[in-house]
């Protein structure tokens, strides 16, 4: 592929995230502190093309160093989107295991948080047809860098906090299955 069409699909990539967390998380209000940070330039969408787990390990590490280095003005939040790997929901999670030691190993426990998101996403004990899952999927595998101290802020100014997860499996499952696909699917045009 040459720069200028991986560029392209790039940007493609950014659109589509763009969509999804415009009219899904946000229309749907399944964060509900994210229409803020979604509408601004602190949003940082970073779109990953590595593929080897060496490359995307280093990608990590990068976001990690830039987010610590970084005023939240300038980078409230960064999506590190993964276009061409981890499409294999376990090869995705053995990714998130990997970033999350290496925020102990960093000294980042309780600095950084991370949030992930799967086309395939999958909780554990849940049926496999579950809506549930579709509260963390999303187009592309993400690793979502979120500020602890930003979340704490966010969370002192929301009743139940605790209660977010299930009022948005209420929210899904009002909808159903198919709808929420035509709704996922309809994001890529």
Known sequence: MTTSSRDQTADNVDRHIRAWLDRFVVDLNLCPFA???VASTALRIVVCSETDPQ?????VMAELDLLQQSAETEIATTL???QDALTDFND???VIETAEALL????LSGVIQLASFHPDY???GEAREAVSHFTNRAPYPIIHFLREDMLSRALTHYLDPEQ????NIQTLESLGRDRIQQMLQALAR
């Open 104 to 107: 102990q190993e960093l000294g």
């Open 164 to 167: 977010i997860p299930l009022r």
């Open 55 to 59: 490359s995307i390990a280093r990608a």
């Open 80 to 82: 590190l989107v993964f």
């Open 35 to 37: 229409r803020p940070v």
């Open 92 to 94: 995705y999670l053995g």
């Open 122 to 124: 999958l909780f554990a």
